[in-house]
């Protein structure tokens, strides 16, 4: 179940990273305003609130790698960032779809790896 864990929690890793450069560095570019389903000017308005989201998303990934490479030799130590990184993931993805229902897809996409990834974590260290 480690290995389960592991890979699903590189994943929603990864996943962040993507949100990461989407929000942060490609923000007023026309593929993601049409993912984000913005406008030229709302992005260029918000353009420094996504930046700083963006950036939260990098950091979550950070922990969640972190606990990666520490599984192997210090495995408290990875499951307190493996449950910190894809928990806070997950409690993201909860926050947007109680803000704004019309977002649920979105908050699957960035809640159902780390959701699983957490499931695997547990059973893992069960």
């Not at 990098?58 to 130590?77: C, D, K, M, R, W």
């Not at 990184?85 to 996409?109: C, E, F, H, N, Q």
């Amino acid at each position: 179940m480690q290995a389960v864990t592991l890979v699903l929690a590189g994943l929603a890793a990864l996943l962040h990273v993507y949100i990461f450069v989407l929000e942060s560095l490609r923000w007023e570019e026309p593929a993601t305003r049409r993912v984000f389903g913005l406008s030229a000017e709302l992005a260029t308005a918000t353009k420094p609130l996504a930046y700083n989201q963006g950036f939260y998303n990098l950091f979550l990934a950070v922990v969640t790698a972190a606990g990666i490479v520490l599984a192997g030799s210090q495995p408290e130590a990875a499951t307190a960032l493996l449950a910190a990184g894809p928990g806070s993931m997950l409690a993201a993805a909860l926050v947007l779809i109680t803000s704004d229902s019309s977002k649920a897809r979105a908050a699957v996409v960035q809640g159902l790896i780390p959701l699983l990834s957490l499931v695997a974590l547990l059973l893992w260290r069960l």
